[in-house]
C-alpha cells in the first residue's frame, strides 16, 4: 500500500503562484507515474499534470504554460509549481500515484485546497 500526503495549498490572489508537494510512503518502489488532479465544487475530477517515472510530462490544456509538475525520483516526491493563477483554478488538488504493474492510478491523497481569490 501508499499512502500520499499533500501540503502547499492556501489562499492566493489572483496572478499569484503556489507551489504543491505530494510525499508518498509505503510500498513506494511500486510508484511509476504521479499525478495532480483537482476537483471544484459541482465539477466533475480532472486530470491537471501527470509525470511519469522518466520525466515524461503531459497538462491539461487549461494549465499549459502555466503549472509545471517535477519528481525527485530519490525521494519519490512529486511537485506542481502552479503560476499566473486564475479564480478557476479554485479546486481541492489531490495527488495520485499508479502503480507499474497497473493502467489506472491505485493511490489518493486526501487533497489540499487551492482558492485564488479574484
Known amino acids: 500500500q501508499v499512502q500520499l500526503v499533500e501540503s502547499g495549498g492556501c489562499l492566493v490572489q489572483a496572478g499569484g503562484s503556489l507551489r504543491l508537494s505530494c510525499v508518498p510512503s509505503?510500498?513506494?518502489?511500486?510508484?511509476?507515474?504521479m499525478a495532480w488532479y483537482r476537483q471544484a465544487p459541482g465539477k466533475q475530477r480532472e486530470l491537471v499534470a501527470a509525470?511519469?517515472?522518466?520525466?515524461?510530462?503531459n497538462y491539461a490544456d487549461s494549465v499549459k504554460g502555466r503549472f509545471t509538475i517535477s519528481r525527485d525520483n530519490a525521494k519519490n516526491t512529486v511537485y506542481l509549481q502552479m503560476n499566473s493563477l486564475k479564480a478557476e483554478d479554485t479546486a481541492v488538488y489531490l495527488c495520485?500515484?499508479?502503480?507499474?504493474?497497473?493502467?489506472?492510478?491505485?493511490?489518493w491523497g486526501q487533497g489540499t485546497q487551492v482558492t485564488v481569490s479574484s
Open positions: 495520485a500515484a499508479k502503480a507499474i504493474w497497473s493502467y489506472q492510478y491505485d493511490y
Open positions: 509505503g510500498s513506494t518502489f511500486s510508484i511509476h507515474d
Open positions: 509525470i511519469s517515472r522518466g520525466g515524461t510530462t
